[in-house]
């Protein structure tokens, strides 16, 4: 994720939002969590997701609420007389197990479930609710839906995707995908993964998606709006397919195709892309981040056409995020404490890129982010132990010293072991990982095995220290301690991308100077 300068963090720690039935129960229904350090009643112990089926129905305005049905097919881990599950913006009609009705009611953020009779461990369960997803933010809370100027997108990083469905909301637990979106017949509906079959009834038109590899909730994708999808070929024959605004189809063009060869560029480094297609969804809306959201990455339509963004870093953003469909999507964090390794990476070849293709060196954009390295940690915390989120604004996890401040941790590690030992370390993170979730222990442990090196004490001061290590071959690089009458910000180059987010990137409104 890359957050804009324009982004306005809100509030999202309120009352549940959810309206549902409440039913007598043996004790009181009380919300859950998998014991995230950052979020520590995100997700739901007891079982593991396999699939999700999202139906969605669209009004034909983005200001009413759709209709839907989320169907989740699970294994249970543990013996279970209820299943928590994340939802909190929504109204809950119904909910079956296994094909029968059972019991809900509401306890925070959760909505809680009561079959009719409990499961064992191992068993093979499937939840059908039937509710609807709301694409009004309240007052105080933002994510989930993003409302475009012709119809709806979605943000669900890093804690919203029970925002628009019932799910098992932490990124720890990836699952297969699919996706049907009915709208009126003069819209065109797309999500992640590759279409399934398009039906056209009367007035509307469901339109079906299905992933080919496991995502995490907070990567779901769906465009609905008076769209174009356009179609190009990617390395190796891959299907790329972006998202406009009809009316802006030849506008874009000069950006939509410089994909494939981002992508080409992006294999060149790290390997084989990842998934089954990739393209990106010009929404126009104001989001203040560009969003890694997988197979479809979600930016706003004005940083192709603001005239204030210089060309190479537009494209440099464009890469960023390009890069998390590696790390974060493939790969995608254990916990939101490993961050870091999704927003460093991400970071690190948005830099690598900048510098190939514009002259605008690595070197010196880690020398600057060692400077407020200090700055960073003192305001954020280091990079790999993220301070918690602001009251109210969740999305504040995604600060400097997880941008640009754990890129300079790969710099560093680069310098320490050596180019070509840290090139086969990426290569094989991204190898080893495909299609699964790791953690910064994972990172150090092959780290260590590819080097042939001790690196505890190096990870430990670099990604745990309040304070910046010394850089290795670069003793005369100086960092400047927080002070009281100093607030710590990013520079424009140094500044987060989003991925709610992805958080998102920070967008410089005039050209960044030269480093």
Same mark, same amino acid.
């Given at each position: 994720m890359l957050l804009t300068p324009h982004v306005r963090l809100k509030s999202a720690l309120l009352a549940s939002a959810?309206?549902?039935?409440?039913?007598?129960?043996?004790?009181?229904?009380?919300p859950l969590g998998v014991g995230d350090r950052l979020f520590p009643h995100l997700g739901n112990p007891g079982y593991d997701v396999a699939l999700y089926d999202l139906s969605f129905t669209y009004p034909g305005t983005n200001?009413?609420? @759709?209709? /839907?049905?989320?169907?989740?097919?699970?294994?249970? %881990? #543990?013996?279970?007389e209820r299943i928590n599950l994340d939802f909190a913006h929504g109204k809950v009609d119904s909910v079956e197990v296994d094909g029968e009705p059972a019991a809900f009611t509401g306890a925070g953020d959760d909505l809680v479930v009561t079959p009719e009779d409990s499961l064992t461990p191992g068993s093979w369960m499937r939840i059908t609710v039937r509710h609807t997803s709301d694409p009004v933010s309240t007052a105080d809370r933002d994510g989930g839906w993003v409302r475009t100027a012709d119809g709806l997108a979605?943000?669900?990083?890093?804690?919203?995707?029970?925002?628009?469905?019932?799910?098992?909301?932490?990124?720890?637990?990836?699952?297969?995908f699919t996706i049907r979106i009915t709208a009126p017949n003069d819209y065109?509906?797309?999500?992640?993964? @590759?279409? /399934?079959?398009?039906?056209?009834?009367?007035?509307? %038109? #469901?339109?079906?998606?299905?992933?080919?590899?496991?995502?995490a909730?907070?990567?779901?994708?769906v465009s609905v709006g008076r769209s174009t999808v356009v179609h190009r070929e990617g390395p190796h024959a891959l299907p790329v397919r972006d998202v406009v605004p009809t009316k802006d189809r030849e506008l874009l063009e000069p950006w939509l195709k410089k994909t494939p060869?981002?992508?080409?560029?992006?294999?060149?480094?790290?390997?084989?892309?990842?998934?089954?297609?990739?393209?990106?969804?010009?929404?126009?809306?104001?989001?203040?981040?560009?969003?890694?959201?997988?197979?479809?990455?979600?930016?706003?339509?004005?940083?192709?056409?603001?005239?204030g963004y210089p060309k190479w870093y537009v494209e440099s953003i464009m890469v960023h995020e390009l890069a998390h469909q590696w790390f974060g999507d493939s790969v995608s964090p254990r916990t939101w404490s490993d961050l870091w390794l999704n927003e460093g990476h991400a970071t690190w070849y948005e830099a690598l890129y900048a510098e190939e293709k514009a002259g605008r060196t690595l070197e010196a954009r880690m020398k600057a982010a060692y400077g407020a390295s200090d700055r960073w940690r003192a305001a954020g915390g280091p990079p790999a132990q993220p301070k918690a989120?602001?009251?109210?604004?969740?999305?504040?996890?995604?600060?400097?010293?997880?941008?640009?401040g754990a890129a300079l941790v790969l710099y560093a590690l680069r310098e320490k072991i050596g180019r070509p030992a840290f090139q086969h370390l990426e290569r094989a993170w991204v190898h080893n990982h495909r299609d699964s979730t790791a953690s910064t222990a994972d990172f150090q442990s092959l780290a260590e095995e590819i080097s042939g090196r001790d690196l505890s004490g190096f990870f430990k001061d670099w990604l745990y220290a309040e304070k910046t290590p010394p850089m290795p071959g670069h003793s005369d690089w100086k960092s400047v301690a927080p002070t009281a009458a100093k607030r710590p910000k990013a520079t424009p180059q140094a500044a987060p991308h989003a991925g709610p987010h992805t958080a998102p990137h920070a967008v410089p409104k005039a050209p960044p100077a030269a480093k």
């Open positions: 959810v309206s549902v039935c409440l039913v007598a129960a043996s004790a009181p229904a009380v200001s009413k609420p @759709l209709q /839907a049905v989320t169907t989740i097919n699970a294994w249970t %881990t #543990t013996a279970l979605m943000a669900n990083q890093a804690d919203a995707a029970h925002l628009v469905f019932p799910c098992n909301d932490h990124p720890s637990d990836k699952a297969m065109t509906a797309v999500a992640n993964g @590759l279409p /399934a079959g398009v039906e056209r009834v009367g007035d509307a %038109t #469901t339109w079906t998606y299905r992933t080919q590899h496991p995502m909730t907070e990567l779901a994708q060869d981002q992508i080409a560029w992006m294999e060149g480094k790290v390997g084989p892309y990842p998934f089954e297609t990739y393209g990106v969804l010009m929404a126009e809306a104001s989001t203040g981040f560009e969003l890694e959201t997988q197979t479809l990455s979600l930016f706003e339509r004005d940083i192709f056409t603001e005239p989120p602001d009251p109210g604004q969740k999305i504040s996890i995604f600060r400097p010293n997880v941008y640009d």
